[in-house]
């Protein structure tokens, strides 16, 4: 059975398995290393900044220029340095908590490592071109309609508009003139190509039915009351693979990713101990009885 690709089934949702960062599974093109700013003496490369773009990807804004970019990715790494040399002088390396913490992002760095490595040599050209074409071949063939459509308020003027189309009244005519979606109204109620699916279900299932030529009755919808006319119909053709070339890759990736962990996983014993059992709670003292309102009497 063909596996289904992202593009030919959006509702498949395999993303960022294990909470790993994607830059982790693609390879990684090695940059110069030439310097390009020195901190405290000491240089800093091109390499650096590569890692500094990666480490601040989710925070830069997408409108920076380059030059931008890289000065503030250079003061990122000074921030770094000089936040390092003051831990390193108040010996907080030298922590419990400091150790533990190194040892688990060395063990996540490590991990990301062999993935890349791994993705690298599996996801080959050859792969994706095979996946590529089982999905084509596992599609089902879809509709595309080419249609123009007439939008109005109320049944009354659906009506009217429909008595002037039976007269011989042009369509686009009559929608250029009283159509009231802002979109399509001025272009002649042209809406190009769709499928069924992009619309609301009662405009979707009217247009279905009609063959090229031919115009529906008043159909109403959450926006108002619509006239179709279908002008053509055509079977939907697939994407090509350079078109999709970066999702089938991106999927595959996730893929290998998902079966490398699980390999790993089943070869490394695990063993969960349970929580030890809560000391039973010590009972209250017993209340003392409360005194009386009043003295009695001698």
């Known amino acids: 059975m063909a596996t289904r690709l992202p593009f030919l089934v959006p509702v498949l949702g395999l993303v960022g398995l294990f909470g790993l960062p994607f830059h982790a599974v693609q390879a990684q093109t090695a940059a110069p290393d030439s310097v390009v700013a020195t901190i405290g003496g000491k240089p800093i490369t091109e390499k650096d900044l590569a890692l500094a773009y990666e480490d601040l990807a989710a925070s830069l804004p997408p409108q920076v220029s380059d030059a931008q970019k890289k000065d503030y990715a250079i003061s990122y790494l000074a921030d ?20 533990r913490r190194l040892t688990y992002a060395k063990d996540k760095l490590l991990l990301e490592a062999y993935l890349a490595a791994e993705t690298k040599k599996q996801v080959t050209e050859e792969k994706m071109r095979k996946l590529y074409d089982d999905s084509i071949k ?17 049944e009354q003027e659906a009506k009217e508009i429909d008595a002037k189309l039976k007269a011989g009244v042009d369509f686009a005519k009559l929608a250029q003139e ?8 001025k272009e002649g109620g042209d809406l190009g190509w769709f499928t069924t699916d992009r619309m609301v279900p009662e405009f979707g299932d009217a247009a279905s039915k009609l063959k090229p030529g031919q115009v529906s009755d008043p159909v109403k919808t959450q926006f108002g009351w619509h006239i179709i006319k279908v002008e053509d ?16 890759q991106q999927f595959l990736e996730r893929q290998v990713q998902s079966e490398i962990i699980a390999k790993l996983r089943t070869a490394l014993k695990i063993e969960k101990k349970d929580a030890p059992a809560a000391a039973p709670a010590t009972p209250a003292p017993a209340a003392a009885p409360a005194a009386p309102a009043t003295q009695p009497k001698k």
């Open 80 to 99: 770094l340095k000089a936040g390092a040399e003051a831990a390193l002088a108040a010996k907080l390396d030298q922590t419990e908590d400091f150790a």
């Open 138 to 154: 596992a599609m089902k063939p879809e509709l595309e309609i080419k249609a123009r459509h007439i939008l109005v308020p109320t």
């Open 178 to 185: 009283f159509s009231k979606d802002p979109g399509s109204g």
């Open 233 to 248: 119909v055509r079977e939907k053709k697939p994407p090509t693979f350079d078109e999709v070339k970066d999702q089938v």
